[in-house]
Structure formats: structure tokens, C-alpha cells
């Protein structure tokens, strides 16, 4: 009986020979580290070292998220990835009236560079590389950092790191968004320009099929969205009079794992073949560094479960298995206890151990691309990308990523995929264990990590403290400043960061960029 997978496409019982009559390995493979880069971005891959083993976190205020890095640190993380609260990421101050009830909540609240000194306090921003998951004010987060290594007596070309920036998949799927897609897209090339010449070793956008999937997107659909949107922020970088060899190798992705192995690894390999032969043959990119599709990957989030969630164990491992069998570049393992509450100080150990012992104790690390030449990962590989290139080839045809969104294309086609895999588990033909067989009749109590609600109250003294203290005209002179780039064509990266380094707010500075742009209302909100 022939299966099908998480994309719709068949997987037959059993692969022989004939699945790959005609197939010429030299172009569908190469060699790990060479174009068409199926087999990875590097000849060595993980046998010269691993992955970047990051795990994401931030919650309540920047004290508490600076002593959990500090302790993940300690523990053998070699990567930061920050989470922001909804307030931040939506450019909102803790004091704002929409923020009620938000802060600390889902992140770490940032205000200003107050905040960001304490986040980053003891922290050697020369030797940690941070990832920050932040999008519609991913340039001010960024240039707070800037600002905090400055303080630290560290030069802007020794950091490493990435911020999300991926404003388009908000629109599409995650809802965080702040200003519309057009000058949206302006301010991501504004950051493009701005990192090449101040840090340029800083990794300017993580384009992240990961909320899409999330949401419910097919990995067909994941990586087809993705990628058309990394064609949108080319475009745009090119059409702002960049050279495509200048940004394109600090361009990086972001995408889910399943439990699904198999199909998991062929939409990985899929992806960088897709987009090594779009760089090279759409933007005729000369670089081998522009082709070669960099990705992190965290674990499927919504896979996991609050029911008995210490089998989320078992799933975070087969979904970590997947993503290094797959090639990632940098990992994060959710903890077990995420589908019910931020993750304990336990929790979040375990789930690096399990990156540690994939690494450590495993043989997955002994040889690159291990799936290589399978009949069954071959043909699979090719099943997800022609799907996803035709998924692609219809969101040209709406004439590109932003009008396809202005048309609803990506959200409807996830919507429905989504509803596909609600009826799937509600009629018990996907299995989800512990849901909807192999449930208890009774579950076992479990102690969450709980937010103190008091965090508001105190970032709002701190706020109040912080406009007393500060130079308003120095911040309303900056702040105007900001205005007229805003409004006419100069990079807004240098006001901006003029106007952080004055201690205007988050919220703040962007009012300002709202007072000249204006925000996005989705067209289906009327």
C-alpha cells in the first residue's frame, strides 16, 4: 500500500535501481561542499566539526534572560539565540497600553540600551556568535547590540551572529509585522548596505520557512514559500543598486524538522539545490559562497504535545536526527516541556544534551551526506522539488512574493494544508501518541516555569527612570532625524542608531518610522 508523505507526494513501500533510471548523479549531486550543493555546503561537513548547537531562549526581564545564557553557556551551547516578548517584537514599549499583559511573557523585554547592556552583561560579544529572532525591528535590535559591543570595547567587524529580518513570512503567517511590505523591504536593504559596511560579518536575514510550517505548511509549501521570498529580497537588494556577490553569502534560512526522516532530509537537499541553481542562473551570481544555501533549524514546535510531554523527548531527538542527517549548519533542540510553558532551566539542558549526544555518541557525524545514493531519498529529494518549484513557478505567475501575498496565495494554500492535518488527527489516521492513541486516562501533574506578572510594572519604572534621566532634545533632534531618511532615500540604519544611542525607545523610534510609513492592515481585516 503506498504511502503518502507530509507533502502529499507517494512514497512507495519499496525503491530499487529503476527509481533512478536516467539519473545522472553528477547533476543532481556533485560532491558535498560544490555546486549544486545536494550533498552540503561543506566538503567536510560535520567531520571536521559539528553543528552549532544554539538553544533559544529569553523570557521575563533582561536579568533573568542574561543568567539562563550565562547558565546554557556554562552547560555547552555554542551559539545564543534570543527570544523577544510580543511588545518588542511588535515595536512597542513594556509602558505602552497594548502591551498590557504581554511583557516578558513569550521573550525577553527590550526597551532600550539599558535592557541591552544587561542582557549582554558578561557576555564576550568577540567570542559568542548570537541569533536574534526578531523581524519588523530586527535593525534596531541589531544596532542595540552594535551599541552594547561597542561599550564592551568590541569592533563591529569581530561580530558574529544573525538577526531573523524575514518580514515577508509575517505577513504570510506569523502576524508580527509593523510597518507595509514595501517599505519593509527598503528597510531590509537599508541593513543589507548597512552591514556590508559596518559589520560585515554579521549574517543580515534568516529567511524562515519555520513559522509557515508552524502555521501548517506542507514541506513542499516550506521551502517553496521560502525560497520565493529569498527571491523577493535579492530583487529588492538588487534594485537598490547592490551587487548580488556583496550580500548574497550572508544570506541565511531557517526551517523546521519533523519526526517525518525521510522526507525531512529530501527537503533539505531540495532546497539547496534549489537555490544554488536560482542564484546562479536568475542572478548569475559568480561567488560559490552566493549559491550556497546556509540554514538553522529548530525542531518542530508544533509537533509537540502536552499531553504525557516527556514523550516530546523522543520526538525532539528523531527531529534533531533529521536535521543533521539533512546537513544544518546550526541547530536548536526544543525542550519537552514547550507545548505547555517556557522551558525550565532542566528542560532546556536535556534538550542540549540531545544535540550533544548526536554529535558525541552517534556515527551521524563520521561521513557527509550518509543518505547519498539511497533510491529512496534520491527519488524523494526530487519529488519535494519539482513540487516545490511548481508552488514557486505559481507565486511568479501573481508576479512575485509581495503581490503574491497581497492576494492571499501563501496563507490560503497553508490554511488548507493546515485543515488537511486537523482531519487527518481528528479521524485518528495521522497518529499523534499520547493524543490520540496510547493516551493515559489520567495525566501526571507537571510544575511549569511561570513569568512573575510584576515584570511589567518594574519595566515601566525603569522606562519612567529612563526619560527622566535622559536628554529629550538630544532624542527628539535624532528622532527627527530619523524622520527625513525615513521619508526620503538615505540609509535609516545611521539616524536610528544615533537616536538608540540617545536612549529613545523601541517604541519610540518606531512611531517615528510609523509617523512616515504607516502600518499594515491585512486586506482581510476589513
Same mark, same amino acid.
Given at each position: 500500500?503506498?504511502?503518502?508523505?507530509?507533502?502529499?507526494?507517494?512514497? %512507495?513501500?519499496?525503491?530499487?535501481?529503476?527509481?533512478?533510471?536516467?539519473?545522472?548523479?553528477?547533476?543532481?549531486?556533485?560532491? !558535498?561542499?560544490?555546486?549544486?550543493?545536494?550533498?552540503?555546503?561543506?566538503?567536510?561537513?560535520?567531520?571536521?566539526?559539528?553543528?552549532?548547537?544554539?538553544?533559544?531562549?529569553?523570557?521575563?526581564?533582561?536579568?533573568?534572560?542574561?543568567?539562563?545564557?550565562?547558565?546554557?553557556?556554562?552547560?555547552?551551547?555554542?551559539?545564543?539565540?534570543?527570544?523577544?516578548?510580543?511588545?518588542?517584537?511588535?515595536?512597542?514599549?513594556?509602558?505602552?497600553?497594548?502591551?498590557?499583559?504581554? &511583557?516578558? =511573557?513569550?521573550?525577553?523585554?527590550?526597551?532600550?540600551?539599558?535592557?541591552?547592556?544587561? /542582557?549582554?552583561?558578561?557576555?564576550?560579544?568577540?567570542?559568542?556568535?548570537?541569533?536574534?529572532?526578531?523581524?519588523?525591528?530586527?535593525?534596531?535590535?541589531?544596532?542595540?547590540?552594535?551599541?552594547?559591543?561597542? %561599550?564592551?570595547?568590541?569592533?563591529?567587524?569581530?561580530?558574529?551572529?544573525?538577526?531573523? $529580518?524575514?518580514?515577508?513570512?509575517?505577513?504570510?503567517?506569523?502576524?508580527?509585522?509593523?510597518?507595509?511590505?514595501? !517599505?519593509?523591504?527598503?528597510?531590509?536593504?537599508?541593513?543589507?548596505?548597512?552591514?556590508?559596511?559596518?559589520?560585515?560579518?554579521?549574517?543580515?536575514?534568516?529567511?524562515?520557512?519555520?513559522?509557515?510550517?508552524? +502555521?501548517?505548511?506542507?514541506?513542499?509549501?516550506?521551502?517553496?514559500?521560502?525560497?520565493? $521570498?529569498?527571491?523577493?529580497?535579492?530583487?529588492?537588494?538588487?534594485?537598490?543598486?547592490?551587487?548580488?556577490?556583496?550580500?548574497?553569502?550572508?544570506?541565511?534560512?531557517?526551517?523546521?524538522?519533523?519526526?517525518?526522516?525521510?522526507?525531512?532530509?529530501? =527537503?533539505?537537499?531540495?532546497?539547496?539545490?534549489?537555490?544554488?541553481?536560482?542564484?546562479?542562473?536568475?542572478?548569475?551570481?559568480?561567488?560559490?559562497?552566493?549559491?550556497?544555501?546556509?540554514?538553522?533549524?529548530?525542531?518542530?514546535?508544533?509537533?509537540?504535545?502536552?499531553?504525557?510531554? %516527556?514523550?516530546?523527548?523522543?520526538?525532539?531527538?528523531?527531529?534533531?536526527?533529521?536535521? &543533521?542527517?539533512?546537513?544544518?549548519?546550526?541547530?536548536?533542540?526544543?525542550?519537552?516541556?514547550?507545548?505547555?510553558?517556557?522551558?525550565?532551566?532542566?528542560?532546556?539542558?536535556?534538550?542540549?544534551?540531545?544535540?550533544? &549526544?548526536?554529535?558525541?555518541?552517534?556515527?551521524?557525524?563520521?561521513?557527509?551526506?550518509?543518505?547519498?545514493?539511497?533510491?529512496?531519498?534520491?527519488?524523494?529529494?526530487?519529488? &519535494?522539488?519539482?513540487?516545490?518549484?511548481?508552488?514557486?513557478?505559481?507565486?511568479?505567475?501573481?508576479?512575485?512574493?509581495?503581490?503574491?501575498?497581497?492576494?492571499?496565495?501563501?496563507?490560503?494554500?497553508?490554511?488548507?494544508?493546515?485543515?488537511?492535518?486537523?482531519?487527518?488527527?481528528?479521524?485518528?489516521?495521522?497518529?499523534?501518541?499520547?493524543?490520540?492513541?496510547?493516551?493515559?486516562?489520567?495525566?501526571?501533574?507537571?510544575?511549569? /516555569?511561570?513569568?512573575? !506578572?510584576?515584570? %511589567? +510594572?518594574?519595566?515601566?519604572?525603569?522606562?519612567?527612570?529612563?526619560?527622566?534621566?535622559?536628554?529629550?532634545?538630544?532624542?527628539?533632534?535624532?528622532?527627527?532625524?530619523?524622520? =527625513?531618511?525615513? +521619508?526620503?532615500?538615505? $540609509?535609516?540604519?545611521?539616524?536610528?542608531?544615533?537616536?538608540?544611542?540617545?536612549?529613545?525607545?523601541?517604541?519610540?523610534?518606531?512611531?517615528? /518610522?510609523?509617523?512616515?510609513?504607516?502600518?499594515?492592515?491585512?486586506?482581510?481585516?476589513?
Amino acid at each position: 500500500m503506498t504511502r503518502r508523505s507530509e507533502s502529499g507526494l507517494p512514497i %512507495e513501500p519499496v525503491y530499487g535501481p529503476d527509481a533512478l533510471a536516467g539519473w545522472d548523479p553528477d547533476e543532481k549531486l556533485g560532491e !558535498p561542499g560544490q555546486y549544486p550543493f545536494t550533498r552540503g555546503v561543506h566538503p567536510s561537513m560535520y567531520t571536521g566539526r559539528p553543528w552549532t548547537m544554539r538553544q533559544y531562549a529569553g523570557f521575563g526581564t533582561a536579568v533573568e534572560s542574561n543568567a539562563r545564557y550565562k547558565q546554557l553557556i556554562a552547560d555547552g551551547t555554542m551559539g545564543l539565540s534570543v527570544a523577544f516578548d510580543l511588545p518588542t517584537q511588535m515595536g512597542h514599549d513594556s509602558d505602552a497600553p497594548i502591551a498590557h499583559g504581554e &511583557v516578558g =511573557k513569550v521573550g525577553v523585554a527590550i526597551d532600550s540600551v539599558d535592557d541591552m547592556r544587561i /542582557l549582554f552583561g558578561g557576555i564576550p560579544l568577540d567570542r559568542v556568535s548570537t541569533s536574534m529572532t526578531i523581524n519588523a525591528p530586527a535593525a534596531l535590535l541589531l544596532l542595540l547590540y552594535q551599541l552594547v559591543a561597542q %561599550e564592551q570595547g568590541v569592533p563591529a567587524d569581530r561580530l558574529t551572529g544573525t538577526i531573523q $529580518n524575514d518580514v515577508l513570512k509575517e505577513y504570510i503567517a506569523r502576524g508580527t509585522y509593523i510597518f507595509p511590505p514595501r !517599505p519593509s523591504l527598503r528597510l531590509i536593504a537599508d541593513i543589507f548596505q548597512y552591514c556590508r559596511a559596518e559589520i560585515p560579518k554579521w549574517n543580515t536575514i534568516s529567511i524562515s520557512g519555520y513559522h509557515m510550517a508552524e +502555521a501548517g505548511a506542507s514541506p513542499a509549501q516550506e521551502i517553496a514559500f521560502t525560497l520565493a $521570498n529569498g527571491i523577493e529580497y535579492v530583487r529588492t537588494a538588487v534594485a537598490a543598486g547592490m551587487d548580488v556577490d556583496d550580500f548574497a553569502p550572508r544570506l541565511s534560512f531557517f526551517f523546521v524538522s519533523r519526526t517525518t526522516i525521510l522526507e525531512e532530509v529530501a =527537503k533539505f537537499r531540495a532546497a539547496r539545490r534549489i537555490w544554488a541553481r536560482v542564484m546562479k542562473e536568475e542572478f548569475g551570481a559568480k561567488n560559490p559562497r552566493s549559491l550556497m544555501l546556509r540554514f538553522h533549524t529548530q525542531t518542530a514546535g508544533v509537533q509537540l504535545t502536552a499531553q504525557q510531554p %516527556e514523550v516530546n523527548l523522543v520526538r525532539v531527538a528523531v527531529q534533531g536526527l533529521a536535521a &543533521v542527517l539533512g546537513g544544518t549548519q546550526s541547530l536548536h533542540t526544543n525542550s519537552f516541556d514547550e507545548a505547555i510553558a517556557l522551558p525550565t532551566d532542566k528542560s532546556a539542558r536535556l534538550a542540549l544534551r540531545t544535540q550533544q &549526544v548526536l554529535a558525541h555518541e552517534t556515527d551521524v557525524t563520521a561521513t557527509a551526506d550518509p543518505f547519498a545514493g539511497s533510491y529512496v531519498v534520491e527519488t524523494m529529494t526530487d519529488d &519535494v522539488e519539482a513540487a516545490a518549484v511548481g508552488l514557486m513557478a505559481k507565486v511568479e505567475d501573481l508576479g512575485g512574493a509581495v503581490n503574491a501575498i497581497e492576494h492571499g496565495y501563501q496563507k490560503n494554500e497553508i490554511e488548507r494544508s493546515a485543515y488537511r492535518i486537523a482531519q487527518e488527527t481528528d479521524s485518528g489516521e495521522r497518529v499523534v501518541v499520547g493524543v490520540n492513541r496510547f493516551a493515559l486516562d489520567e495525566e501526571e501533574p507537571y510544575e511549569p /516555569l511561570r513569568v512573575d !506578572p510584576s515584570i %511589567e +510594572a518594574r519595566q515601566a519604572e525603569r522606562l519612567a527612570k529612563l526619560r527622566a534621566e535622559r536628554d529629550q532634545r538630544a532624542v527628539d533632534s535624532a528622532l527627527e532625524d530619523l524622520r =527625513k531618511a525615513a +521619508a526620503g532615500t538615505d $540609509n535609516v540604519l545611521y539616524p536610528m542608531k544615533a537616536a538608540l544611542a540617545a536612549r529613545a525607545t523601541v517604541g519610540e523610534v518606531c512611531d517615528a /518610522l510609523r509617523e512616515v510609513w504607516g502600518s499594515y492592515v491585512p486586506a482581510d481585516a476589513f
